[in-house]
């Protein structure tokens, strides 16, 4: 019987089957090779995202915004349009960009290039792929996030110094979206599938107070949009660029990362129940 790495070890039952452990420590491996692949085939992809959220604020914030004056925060704090929309698209931006890469290129990757097999047949574990897969979806949420926020400095919509760690909060939000959305493409199978991802966003983009207050609804819808992961996004993003800061906003970072943790357990599960088992 051939000797085992110390990353392997025998099933039971199995007889001399070795088993990948679920993590080798490599995942900055994966996401360097998403990224270099990115750099070379998708790079118009990411600077339409970047741009498409500047777009909404141009033609909402500034355009529209003229027209509607001020709007009151959840907090009870009067601010241009513009600045109520522009955090918001700015999580927005990290959503779609995470969801991107997490959905559709995993789905390529996994169903057509066979591009995890190769991988999980060498040292790389199921939690290294789902890492490196994610990372690539913050670095690219990380890009999205400085240059919009420049925009919003330059045109004068941060309000307060905690717009600084506004940076980090996107981070966040990318982190969850990616790590749940990579989860829930593992267990797609056609492309009629994964419609229905888009079917899902669009609708959570428009209502998650993104362009006007949550209160503008009745009481029960408000309770199903506080349940959405892009409300809560909005609201502690919101919160740090217009200064309308406090404790409650932990809850929302709480709840990224549940989001986190839930989608890292499900994706490496189903990675290797899929490649390895």
Do not use: C
Not at 45 to 69: H, K, N, R
Not at 73 to 97: R, S
Not at 196 to 215: E, G, R
């Amino acid at each position: 019987m051939t000797e085992l790495t110390q990353r392997d070890r025998v099933r039971p039952g199995a007889g001399s089957r070795p088993v990948r452990s679920l993590y080798a420590g490599n995942a900055r491996a994966v996401m360097l090779r998403g990224w270099r692949a990115t750099r070379s085939t998708n790079w118009l992809v990411i600077v339409s995202g970047f741009f498409e959220p500047i777009f909404y604020l141009l033609a909402m914030g500034i355009g529209l915004g003229t027209l509607v004056g001020t709007v009151t925060t959840t907090g009870g704090q009067q601010v241009p349009y513009a600045a109520f929309i522009a955090p918001a698209l700015l999580a927005t931006a990290a959503m779609n960009g995470a969801i991107y890469d997490s959905t559709w290129n995993v789905f390529f990757k996994m169903q057509f290039a066979k591009l995890y097999e190769g991988m999980l047949s060498t040292s790389l574990g199921p939690l290294d792929v789902a890492l490196g897969e994610i990372m690539l979806a913050l670095l690219r949420g990380a890009l999205y996030a400085v240059g919009f926020q420049l925009v919003m400095q330059v045109l004068g919509l941060n309000l307060s110094w905690w717009a600084l760690l506004a940076v980090p909060a996107v981070l966040l939000i990318a982190f969850g979206f990616a790590s749940l959305g990579m989860a829930i493409t593992s267990y797609m199978k056609t492309f009629q599938q994964m419609d229905w991802i888009n079917f899902v966003m669009l609708p959570m983009f428009l209502f998650s107070a993104t362009f006007y207050p949550i209160t503008v609804y009745p009481e029960w819808l408000q309770a199903v949009i506080q349940a959405l992961p892009l409300w809560h996004g909005v609201e502690l993003v919101r919160g740090l660029t217009t200064g309308d800061v406090s404790w409650g906003m932990l809850w929302h970072v709480l709840y990224y990362l549940v989001m986190i943790a839930i989608g890292l357990v499900f994706t490496t599960r189903r990675l290797r129940a899929l490649f390895l088992d």
